[in-house]
């Protein structure tokens, strides 16, 4: 069965289901109407770049879920594949975590990164 849910979306479902949520309560924890929190799920929307902060703190994510977050916002954004076959949880978290932050960085942080991987 096709939920039509993006990975992102089901880490959102699965949270409210594990907190006994209905739509409608996540969407007034967050600050949003239903149908926003709705788009964002189905990748009609993207996510709110600040609801990564808003949802650990609101949910008490432990790092663990902040990990599965950041994999789920990255499996969901348009424009990015990225390929987490065979990576170890760590690595697809830092994947994902590297994913949503590249643009970000700063020049210097850059060089970095290229003595880094290059």
Same mark, same amino acid.
């Given at each position: 069965?096709? !939920?039509?849910?993006?990975?992102?979306?089901?880490?959102?479902?699965?949270?409210?289901?594990?907190?006994?949520? *209905?739509?409608?309560?996540?969407?007034?924890?967050?600050?949003? !109407?239903?149908? =926003? *929190?709705?788009?964002?799920?189905?990748?009609?929307?993207?996510?709110?770049?600040?609801?990564?902060?808003?949802?650990?703190?609101?949910?008490? @994510?432990?790092?663990?879920?902040?990990?599965?977050?950041?994999?789920?916002?990255?499996?969901?954004?348009?424009?990015?594949?990225?390929? =987490?076959?065979? @990576?170890?949880? !760590?690595?697809?978290?830092?994947?994902?975590?590297?994913?949503?932050?590249?643009?970000?960085?700063?020049?210097?942080?850059?060089?970095?990164?290229?003595?880094?991987?290059?």
């Amino acid at each position: 069965m096709n !939920t039509g849910l993006t990975e992102l979306g089901r880490f959102l479902r699965k949270l409210r289901i594990d907190r006994g949520e *209905l739509l409608r309560d996540m969407a007034k924890k967050l600050g949003v !109407t239903v149908s =926003f *929190l709705s788009a964002v799920e189905n990748g009609k929307r993207g996510m709110p770049s600040e609801w990564g902060n808003l949802l650990s703190n609101v949910y008490r @994510l432990s790092p663990e879920q902040c990990g599965e977050l950041d994999v789920a916002v990255a499996a969901s954004e348009k424009g990015v594949a990225l390929k =987490f076959d065979g @990576l170890s949880s !760590t690595n697809r978290r830092l994947s994902a975590a590297f994913a949503r932050k590249i643009r970000s960085f700063t020049q210097e942080e850059q060089k970095k990164l290229e003595e880094i991987l290059l």
